[in-house]
């Protein structure tokens, strides 16, 4: 079974939207086709983004947060750390918990930053940073 860290980018289009490939990959691992897992500080930056932007989505991301907790992996400083030279500053302790989790993908709508170093980050750490839709062709 495939394993994969959600991004906060993708958890909020998910909560967002009940069609596309963000929901559909949740929805995928509430049914036990793909092991996900997500951090404390994804939670948190979902819920700060939902309540500024979209406070409507709230709901459906209580739903997500109540099913997933048990998905949570926060990583290691010391991880972290050691990805600064690698990822961006804010970026790191994503990509290190999708590593501490032994995540096969990390889902992400992040094109500024993620996405624009999915090369450099697979070469690295041979982590798979992709959007919601290429990992479910994928799997």
Excluded: W
């Amino acid at each position: 079974m495939s394993s994969v860290f959600i991004d906060s980018s993708v958890l909020v289009a998910a909560a967002i939207s009940p069609k596309g490939s963000a929901r559909d990959l949740i929805v995928h691992g509430l049914r036990g086709l793909v092991a996900l897992h997500l951090s404390t500080l994804v939670l948190l930056e979902t819920e700060r983004n939902l309540r500024k932007k979209r406070p409507s989505a709230l709901p459906a991301f209580e739903g997500f947060r109540a099913v997933l907790t048990s998905a949570v992996v926060d990583p290691p400083s010391k991880l972290v750390q050691g990805l600064l030279g690698i990822v961006q500053p804010k970026d790191a302790p994503i990509v290190a918990a999708a590593l501490h989790a032994h995540a096969d993908y990390l889902a992400t709508y992040d094109q500024k930053h993620l996405l624009t170093q999915k090369d450099q980050i697979r070469s690295a750490v041979r982590l798979v940073v992709a959007t919601p839709d290429e990992i479910l062709a994928a799997i």
